[in-house]
Nanobody, 123 residues
Framework: QVQLVESGGGLVQAGGSLRLSCAAS????????MAWFRQAPGKEREFVSAIRYSGDSTRYADSVKGRFTISRDNAKSTVYLQMNSLQPDDTAVYYC????????????????WGQGTQVTVSS
């Protein structure tokens, strides 16, 4: 059974940093596009960032470009999201997702989802 387990969320002050991790129990992890989405209270789930199976292509939402960096370690079946210069608008539950297609920004493009990790940024 495929599982995606996020970690690294927490409470941080504006301007601070967090690093999220997503450990995947996928036998063919290196074949999957991995992504991060987030959902704030009362809002729809939105795309944050994605990385292609090989790691050679990445995509970011405009709102996080220059502040967030996605990376992956296929040997560890783990994807990361380094978040710097965090702002209160970044407060949300962050979800890890995995899919076999490169349709990075669309939720239907992903087959597997984690349970999410809460990120709270105080002003």
């Amino acid at each position: 059974q495929v599982q995606l387990v996020e970690s690294g969320g927490g409470l941080v002050q504006a301007g601070g940093s967090l690093r999220l991790s997503c450990a995947a129990s996928i036998r063919t992890f290196s074949a999957y596009t991995m992504a991060w989405f987030r959902q704030a209270p009362g809002k729809e789930r939105e795309f944050v960032s994605a990385i292609r199976y090989s790691g050679d292509s990445t995509r970011y939402a405009d709102s996080v470009k220059g502040r967030f960096t996605i990376s992956r370690d296929n040997a560890k079946s783990t994807v990361y999201l380094q978040m710097n210069s965090l702002q209160p608008d970044d407060t949300a539950v962050y979800y890890c997702a995995a899919g076999l297609r490169w349709v990075p920004t669309t939720t239907p493009g992903y087959t597997y989802w984690g349970q999410g990790t809460q990120v709270t940024v105080s002003s």
